[in-house]
Nanobody
Framework: QARPKESGGGSVQAGESLTLSCLAS??????????GAWFRQAPGKEREGVAA???????IYADSVKGRATISKDDSRKVLFLHMTRLEPDDTALYYC??????????????????WGQGTQVTVSS
């Protein structure tokens, strides 16, 4: 069964930038209706919300990445993006994209989303 698929992860040095992409396959509803988000999970830690974007393009960011992250989407290609600058070792994690159909009351909470990708690893070395 098709599911969202992330790409763009890799190993970078602290201070560098990275853009993650997520092709939104298998949603079961039009991408233009979707509310999308990025989450991350570091070893030994809980999965946490990084950024989310409404169907209309309004973003919301976790405090930990505010000012360093930009979430965006391309409706024509059904792709969700996360661009991060000034990466830090604490940004090292497995990054996941997630989607839901209707606006969530808590857009950076894991239970708010039903469609998940498998993750892409981001490793930031100092």
């Amino acid at each position: 069964q098709a599911r969202p698929k992330e790409s763009g992860g890799g190993s970078v040095q602290a201070g560098e930038s990275l853009t993650l992409s997520c092709l939104a396959s298998g949603l079961g509803f039009p991408f233009t209706w979707s509310y999308g988000a990025w989450f991350r999970q570091a070893p030994g830690k809980e999965r946490e919300g990084v950024a989310a974007i409404s169907s209309g393009g309004d973003p919301i960011y976790a405090d930990s990445v505010k000012g360093r992250a930009t979430i965006s989407k391309d409706d024509s290609r059904k792709v969700l993006f996360l661009h991060m600058t000034r990466l830090e070792p604490d940004d090292t994690a497995l990054y996941y994209c997630a989607f839901r159909r209707d606006p969530p009351s808590r857009p950076l909470d894991v239970p708010s989303y039903g469609y998940w990708g498998q993750g892409t690893q981001v490793t930031v070395s100092s």
